[in-house]
Nanobody, 121 residues
Framework: QVQLVESGGGLVQPGGSLRLSCTAS????????IGWFRQAPGKEREGVSCISRNSASTYYADSVKGRFTISRDNAKNTMYLTMNNLKPEDTDVYYC??????????????WGQGTQVTVSS
């Protein structure tokens, strides 16, 4: 079965940290650039970050630059998003997805089901 599964979300206080994981099964994640996206209910999806197949390049949205770090371990078929200094506006469902081409990009192949991140006191 071809799928991506996100994990690591939860409730955290402002200024706290979380690490999200995205694990692929049924295909080789190393063949794809892969990105993180977030979407609150009723809101538009926002691209957060993406990373090239070999980790040579990364992209970050201005809203998370300097706070979030994307990484991947192709041997484990897994990609990560380390989120530091979290803010209430970071509250969203976070999704991972493979890109058709290099990142940043607008075309995607596979999506995960999402993991909830809530930043609140």
């Amino acid at each position: 079965q071809v799928q991506l599964v996100e994990s690591g979300g939860g409730l955290v206080q402002p200024g706290g940290s979380l690490r999200l994981s995205c694990t692929a099964s049924g295909f080789t994640l190393g063949y794809y650039a892969i990105g993180w996206f977030r979407q609150a209910p009723g809101k538009e999806r926002e691209g957060v970050s993406c990373i090239s197949r070999n980790s040579a390049s990364t992209y970050y949205a201005d809203s998370v630059k300097g706070r979030f770090t994307i990484s991947r371990d192709n041997a484990k078929n897994t990609m990560y998003l380390t989120m530091n200094n979290l803010k209430p506006e970071d509250t969203d469902v976070y999704y991972c997805a493979t890109l058709v081409g290099p990142c940043p990009g607008d075309e995607y192949d596979f999506w995960g089901q999402g993991t909830q991140v809530t930043v609140s006191s």
